[in-house]
């Protein structure tokens, strides 16, 4: 897929090949990219942990230290975070995307027009949109001799708003604006992109762009899972979506392809304003997608589609052109942003990759933990991958990701390897256990009492 402002931003910086999310889940992971701090340690362990307020006393984000430090801190888009780490911007984000969105649509288009026959409504906007054969609207109200859709949340479809106004494209405005508002005084400033993530309306001429026909199907596509702790896992594509997984696929790539638009107008405006040479950008997402591998859909695993996610650091004359293929953790940009910077923060659960960048190496021992709710956490290195389930009839699962990168063969659970692989298992038992008494993790007498299963 053609995505020229993204790979010419990766030109130009250090990209990450194998960066973890530390919560393959929305608000647990921007709370720790925010923070530093695993999501054990920072209390926004789940998505409605955020509305709540549920973050431990004290814990606090890059940007209120810079917003302390005479920096100038504006975030455009999603929130999604606990409000206690709000008091740093000035407006406050937008706790309700759909209802600011909206108020946007009617300030700047006339009234939205009425659904033709078959269209529905796009619950963000307010406007028609034309439904996909695997959308939730569409299969509960159209065609209820299906199999029931075990949940909502599965929107598709292409998009009646102008591509000039989609919630993206306001983002981005509005991303815009604060650059030409702050250019001239220190700034931190946020674009939070909704696409891709669901709801997958995306506007004509993006959808226009992606052609299923032309898109692979994953390799691991048809994984029945039998010696995994996602087996019988709620995310699983029904029917109808297996049908349609390379359309699936298509309405993301197409929201991908509006991202990399907007990418490429800030950046711009970053040109214009002569902001190049002394504005760190960082490109990243809070979680990967599925799309399929594994027989799956959205996030919420510990494979790789759901844990693995971009990352793009620029600074020109100080971050050089390079790619980093060591895993690393999103909690450590807390510590590098500090690190560029030159303003101390607070010390954290991550570490700065100013060394890793500059000189393209990796430390030895380095491993990234990521955990999912009160359910699974996972430990890796660029050669190992083990998961742990806090569920006593789970198995444990452990790859050796050299011979097998599209982690199909679990070597623990019900493996005939089973007993070759319990030495390196126990190595990696081990070194999650370290880990969780350094990090005073609840689990961790758990843990040391389940033998490897």
């Known amino acids: 897929m053609d995505t020229p402002n993204l790979d010419r931003l990766a030109r130009e910086g250090t990209r990450f090949e194998r ?126 001799h299906e199999p029931p859709v075990p949940m909502p949340g599965k929107l598709y479809g292409r998009d009646s708003v102008p591509a000039a106004h989609t919630i993206s494209a306001m983002t981005a405005d509005e991303t815009i604006v604060a650059l030409n508002d702050l250019h001239n005084v220190p700034f931190s400033i946020t674009c939070s992109l909704l696409h891709p993530h669901p709801p997958l309306y995306i506007a004509r001429p993006y959808c226009d762009e992606v052609k299923a026909a032309d898109l692979g199907i994953s390799e691991t596509f048809d994984d029945s899972r039998e010696d995994s702790i996602y087996r019988d896992f709620d995310r699983a594509l029904d029917q109808v979506e297996r049908a349609h997984i390379r359309l699936i696929m298509a309405r993301y790539y197409a929201a991908v392809k509006e991202v990399d638009h907007h990418v490429g107008r800030i950046l711009a405006a970053i040109d214009r304003l002569q902001l190049r040479d002394r504005t760190l950008v960082i490109f990243t997402a809070d979680h990967g997608e599925m799309l399929g591998d594994h027989g799956l859909g959205q996030k919420f695993v510990f494979y790789d589609g759901s844990v693995r996610v971009p990352l793009i650091l620029r600074l020109p004359g100080r971050i050089p052109r390079g790619v980093i293929v060591e895993p690393v953790n999103l909690i450590d940009l807390y510590a590098t942003i500090s690190d560029y910077l030159g303003i101390q923060f607070p010390s954290r659960d991550g570490r700065s990759l100013r060394e890793q960048i500059q000189e393209n190496k990796s430390s030895p021992g380095d491993f990234i933990v990521s955990q999912f709710e009160e359910r699974h956490i996972m430990i890796q290195d660029r050669e190992w991958k083990y998961v742990w389930s806090i569920h006593p009839n789970d198995v444990d699962m452990l790859f050796h990701l050299e011979p097998d990168p599209n982690e199909l063969n679990n070597l623990l659970g019900r493996s005939p390897r089973r007993a070759k692989y319990l030495q390196p298992a126990r190595r990696w038992n081990q070194k999650l256990l370290e880990w969780m008494e350094q990090t005073s993790h609840p689990w961790k007498d758990r843990v040391s009492r389940t033998e490897i299963r």
Request: hydrophobic share 30%; net charge positive; glycine share 6%.
């Open 19 to 144: 960066a973890i999310t530390p919560s393959p889940i929305c608000a647990p992971a921007r709370v720790s990219i925010l923070t530093g701090h695993y999501i054990h340690r920072h209390g926004c362990t789940t998505n409605p942990a955020a509305p709540a307020n549920r973050i431990r006393p004290g814990v606090t984000s890059f940007d209120q230290k810079l917003h302390k430090a005479g920096y100038a801190t504006r975030y455009c888009g999603r929130w999604h975070a606990p409000p206690a780490l709000l008091d740093a911007y000035d407006p406050a984000p937008i706790m309700d995307d759909s209802e600011y969105y909206r108020a946007y649509l009617a300030r700047v288009l006339p009234p939205a027009p009425k659904p033709r026959p078959g269209q529905f409504i796009n619950p963000y906007s307010g406007w028609p949109y034309d439904p996909d054969p695997m959308d939730y609207a569409y299969r509960t109200e159209q065609r209820p």
